[in-house]
């Protein structure tokens, strides 16, 4: 398996504008998750879907993100409009399942600058 | 969420053994310990979990307190490729918090 697969790796975008991330999970697992790293704020996750569904969105910072999960092999986070302090890594992470024993599979990441 | 505390950094020398502690005196029942690293520039990486026994497997072993509010994760033989941030991580599944990351430890090999 090719593992978790984000794109794009790296992107470089102006304040106000559009930005959407990509993110497909290893085959078979039913759990989703998005997380988001910077240096003040460390690994903190934003988004968890189970079977597509959106479960807990309660980490998504405001209401200029939302994340879609339209069928089991594909999920985007889009940040609209896009603000400086929005500059992170963004990592992708695909389980099994949400058991207590699950383990969390990370893709590479995409890294955001906004100007 | 149950916390756990873990030294900012620790600094070994390559092909010794390399004990990294974690301290969760919150820990509740059901929680499950995890261990996650992180490589510079990739993404975090399962090494390993446990719930009261000692764990092992090819990356690492586990050894859990027997009240469980501490545990160290054991690196038997560090090279340079397991320099990294390591994080420990109390995890009772459901899934809607996720992984809960602290700021982990930074392991530092020397040559």
């Known amino acids: 398996d090719a593992g978790v697969i984000q794109s794009p790796r790296h992107e470089v975008t102006e304040m106000g504008q559009e930005v959407t991330l990509r993110c497909k999970p290893i085959s078979g697992h039913n759990s989703l998750f998005w997380y988001r790293q910077t240096m003040m704020r460390g690994l903190e996750l934003l988004i968890y879907?189970?079977?597509?569904?959106?479960?807990?969105d309660s980490g998504m910072p405001e209401d200029r993100f939302s994340a879609k999960m339209p069928n089991a092999s594909f999920s985007t986070l889009k940040i609209q409009p896009s603000e400086p302090r929005d500059s992170a890594v963004y990592f992708c992470a695909s389980s099994p399942s949400s058991g207590r024993t699950d383990t969390q599979y990370f893709g590479p990441g995409t890294r955001l600058t906004v100007l | 969420d149950a916390k756990t505390t873990q030294p900012n950094s620790m600094e070994s020398n390559e092909e010794e053994p390399v004990h990294l502690p974690c301290n969760h005196s919150?820990?509740?029942?059901?929680?499950?310990i995890h261990w996650y690293r992180q490589l510079p520039s990739q993404g975090p990486e399962y090494v390993i979990h446990g719930l009261t026994s000692n764990v092992n497997n090819r990356m690492a072993s586990l050894a859990i307190a027997e009240d469980r509010k501490s545990s160290t994760l054991i690196l038997h033989r560090a090279t340079l490729r397991d320099a990294a941030v390591y994080y420990c991580i109390l995890y009772s599944g459901g899934g809607a918090d996720g992984l809960t990351f602290g700021k982990g430890t930074h392991l530092i090999i020397q040559p």
């Open positions: 919150t820990i509740s029942g059901t929680d499950y």
């Open positions: 879907f189970n079977n597509n569904v959106p479960i807990d």
